[in-house]
């Protein structure tokens, strides 16, 4: 099977790239050079040269709260021209199969978890990151009415839960809040500083899942497409403070200093737990632990820093 897989470079994509069943597939693995996910005729005509049997869109313009906040137009802008040009340039090329990555972040901010598939656009969404939220309900929402509108069409969303793991961004100012944490904690351990600020109460809960467990996923989704749901959420089902991932990185890295918390900072949703209910009929179950994720993404971290 010939998949063409946007977002190769992002941290979902190597995690793709790397899995073990990879190697059963053809993957087209454009980068932004060879291919301008911002201009639709571009896109349209790398899909009708190469004729994929399936497409994965990964891409995305993608960061932590800070990001979010400082930039709103390109979250939001960028976001739904990419997931507007792949999805419509696959229809236009009569492509069978797509598979849309979303987020959870799309789910309203003030319902009760976990949080169903059927929630999207049932209330307001989260401010701060409002912008990409409703790029990706644009995306999800356009893969529903091309369904409804041809069923022949398999253009179907998965609703991640925060993610980290290998791969990632390490910027505290832009990355999301695990590799933030884990670059944050080192540098007080490389400058023995004895106390860390943490945004808010950290008592807002929130659920990561290792990112190599979310291409597990895929795999299992691109051999059982047609029994999967047109939305499913993938997670844990389970989430932990913010408090409890300062503390659990902490023991990893071998920080012993202490936490103080900055009330003056947003915060975000108070917590965003995605219902599992759905992923567990499809048959499938994320396979890392919370200590075993964040071992293995610290040591990727202080690869990458050639410690």
């Known amino acids: 099977m010939k998949i063409l897989l946007t977002g190769s470079n992002g941290m979902v994509g190597k995690n793709i790239l790397a899995h073990n069943s990879a190697i059963n597939y053809n993957f087209l693995t454009p980068s932004s050079k060879d291919l ?13 040269i190469h004729q994929p049997d399936f497409v994965i869109h990964a891409a995305g313009k993608v960061g932590g709260i800070q990001a979010n906040i400082k930039e709103p137009v390109s979250f939001l802008v960028d976001n739904i021209d990419m997931g507007r040009n792949i999805i419509m ?4 090329n009569n492509i069978k199969n797509l598979l849309n990555l979303s987020s959870s972040c799309m789910y309203p901010r003030n319902v009760e978890n976990p949080l169903s598939e059927s929630l999207i656009l049932k209330g307001e969404l989260e401010p701060t990151n409002e912008g990409y939220a409703i790029a ?29 793991g290998k791969y990632d ?13 884990i670059s944050k904690i080192y540098q ?32 299992y989704a691109i051999t059982n497409f ?15 403070s913010i408090n409890n991932y300062y503390s659990e990185i ?4 071998g920080y012993k200093g202490k936490f103080t918390h900055d009330l003056t900072k947003p915060t975000g949703m108070k917590q965003k737990l995605i219902d599992d209910t759905k992923l567990k009929e499809f048959g499938w179950k994320s396979k890392t632990n919370l200590t075993e994720g964040l071992r293995k993404t610290v040591d990727y971290y202080k690869s990458k820093i050639n410690i």
Request: glycine share 4%; proline share 4%.
């Open 169 to 181: 961004k390490f910027d505290p100012q832009n990355s999301h809040m695990i590799p933030a944490v």
């Open 89 to 92: 340039a696959a229809k236009s």
């Open 250 to 253: 902490a023991k990893v890295l």
């Open 226 to 240: 047609d029994k999967m749901p047109q939305n499913i959420n993938v997670g844990l089902g389970h989430d932990y």
């Open 188 to 219: 007080a351990i490389l400058t023995d500083s004895r106390e860390i600020s943490i945004w808010g109460d950290g008592k807002s809960r929130r659920e990561f899942m290792y990112t190599e467990d979310l291409a597990d996923f895929i795999f």
């Open 36 to 48: 301008n996910l911002l201009n639709y005729q571009d896109v349209k005509k790398y899909i009708a």
């Open 136 to 164: 990706k309900i644009m995306s999800t929402r356009l893969c529903e009415y091309i369904v409804k509108e041809d069923d022949s069409k398999n253009y179907k969303t998965v609703i991640p839960c925060n993610l980290y």
